[in-house]
Nanobody, 123 residues
């Protein structure tokens, strides 16, 4: 059993920044590839970013590339999403995701999910 807990969401004006954190825990927890998804009102959940177990490879959706940065600290079992130059269209519930593989594959679906944290960007 793996538990993912997000934090850091909130309200910010357009052009501002937020950093989301996702802490992972579990009795037999192992480090896997991790990612972030988001779901805006009335829209499907979409991929935002992912990072390999070692942290050497990162992946981003075109909509966030250049503005968001994903990183991880395996010693702390924590993954981060630094969000800069936020836009109103970034408003969504952001979900932390974990994969059973150490390498991220775009065709795969997450095996573990956090509860989500709300990010609201005002104009």
């Amino acid at each position: 059993q793996v538990q993912l807990i997000e934090s850091g969401g909130g309200l910010v004006q357009a052009g501002g920044s937020l950093r989301l954190s996702c802490a992972a825990s579990g009795r037999t927890f192992s480090n896997y590839a991790m990612g972030w998804f988001r779901q805006a009102p009335g829209k499907e959940r979409e991929f935002a970013a992912a990072i390999s177990w070692g942290g050497g490879s990162t992946y981003y959706a075109d909509s966030v590339k250049g503005r968001f940065t994903i990183s991880r600290d395996n010693a702390k079992n924590t993954v981060y999403l630094q969000m800069n130059s936020l836009k109103p269209e970034d408003t969504a519930v952001y979900y932390c995701a974990g994969y059973r593989t150490s390498i991220y594959y775009s065709s795969s679906s997450p095996n573990y999910w956090g509860q989500g944290t709300q990010v609201t960007v005002s104009s």
